[in-house]
T-cell receptor
Framework: DGGITQSPKYLFRKEGQNVTLSCEQNLNHDAMYWYRQDPGQGLRLIYYSQIVNDFQKGDIAEGYSVSREKKESFPLTVTSAQKNPTAFYLC???????????FGPGTRLTVL | GQNIDQPTEMTATEGAIVQINCTYQTSGFNGLFWYQQHAGEAPTFLSYNVLDGLEEKGRFSSFLSRSKGYSYLLLKELQMKDSASYLCATGGYNKLIFGAGTRLAVHP
């Protein structure tokens, strides 16, 4: 089955700790994206990657970091520098033919 | 600037038709996308318009007017399971901008 997986589904961390969210896809898509969604709001772009070993900052990159060492994987690290990390984090990959983005199930991060 | 506007909330009756509007201003254009998002879940892709006109897909249709910066999503024969948020998105240069979403409540 082709798709996008994110783990874990729920994540709790203490203030001051870094945490890494996983995103894997087997759709053979080149481009991958990380978004953040806060209650009652739209999706805001954190980072995106068009190709392996390359990525660009989105609108709210401060306090986050990413890597793209493999086509299938695009992990996001939420660092202690991120002031309000509690949110729903969504990973997506993009189909080249239509520019359509498809989302993983998301990770809900709560900072205690 | 870049901006997407859509109504915050709408209500409708089971079996009825509802139209959700979206207006946009973006610096590039790679198509207009509609996503459905149930509470607590990830968005799922509904439709994509890149040319003007109406695209029909079962109970859902989507319309685009590029000259007016306007799109709508039409949902027919509403069912209770259609209660969700509907996100309008567009953009260019390999990025999408999402609207805040329209929360649709379908009542019996």
């Amino acid at each position: 089955d082709g798709g996008i997986t994110q783990s874990p589904k729920y994540l709790f961390r203490k203030e001051g700790q870094n945490v890494t969210l996983s995103c894997e896809q087997n759709l053979n898509h080149d481009a991958m994206y990380w978004y953040r969604q806060d209650p009652g709001q739209g999706l805001r772009l954190i980072y995106y990657s068009q190709i392996v070993n390359d990525f660009q900052k989105g609108d709210i990159a401060e306090g986050y970091s990413v890597s793209r060492e493999k086509k299938e994987s695009f992990p996001l690290t939420v660092t202690s520098a991120q002031k309000n990390p509690t949110a729903f984090y969504l990973c997506a990959s993009k189909e080249r033919e239509s520019d359509t983005q498809y989302f993983g199930p998301g990770t809900r991060l709560t900072v205690l | 600037g870049q901006n997407i506007d859509q109504p915050t909330e709408m209500t409708a009756t089971e079996g009825a038709i509802v139209q959700i509007n979206c207006t946009y201003q973006t610096s590039g254009f790679n198509g207009l996308f509609w996503y459905q998002q149930h509470a607590g879940e990830a968005p799922t892709f509904l439709s994509y318009n890149v040319l003007d006109g109406l695209e029909e897909k079962g109970r859902f249709s989507s319309f685009l007017s590029r000259s007016k910066g306007y799109s709508y999503l039409l949902l027919k024969e509403l069912q209770m399971k259609d209660s969700a948020s509907y996100l309008c998105a567009t953009g260019g240069y390999n990025k999408l901008i999402f609207g805040a979403g329209t929360r649709l409540a379908v009542h019996p």
